[in-house]
């Protein structure tokens, strides 16, 4: 089993920054990669961010490209969402997911809020 904690939402005005945290627990030898997705309050949860577990090859969704970036800290098993330029369509649930087979996304944190302000 994996576990993911999530940490570093909050409320920040439009233009603003957040860096969210992901850390994993428990067995993350031979884990993929991790991704990031959101979810808004009547939306589908979308695809936000992925990075292979060794730190390499970011993905970002088009919308995010050029202000959110996506990061590991190997020592700490954690992996970073710096985003920036925060914009109200940015406000939703963030939730980080991992798993062992390709791009699955068979463990998930509890997620993290994040409110852009107009």
């Known amino acids: 089993q994996v576990q993911l904690v999530e940490s570093g939402g909050g409320l920040v005005q439009a233009g603003g920054s957040l860096r969210l945290s992901c850390a994993a627990s428990g067995r993350t030898f031979s884990l993929y990669g991790m991704g990031w997705f959101r979810q808004a309050p009547g939306k589908e949860r979308e695809f936000v961010a992925r990075i292979h577990w060794s730190g390499g090859s970011p993905y970002y969704a088009d919308f995010v490209k050029g202000r959110f970036t996506i990061s590991r800290d190997n020592a700490e098993n954690t992996v970073y969402l710096q985003m920036t330029n925060l914009k109200p369509e940015d406000t939703a649930v963030y939730y980080c997911?991992?798993?062992?087979?390709?791009?699955?996304?068979?463990?998930w944190g509890q997620g993290t809020q994040v409110t852009v302000s107009s």
């Open positions: 997911a991992t798993g062992r087979l390709g791009w699955e996304y068979r463990y």
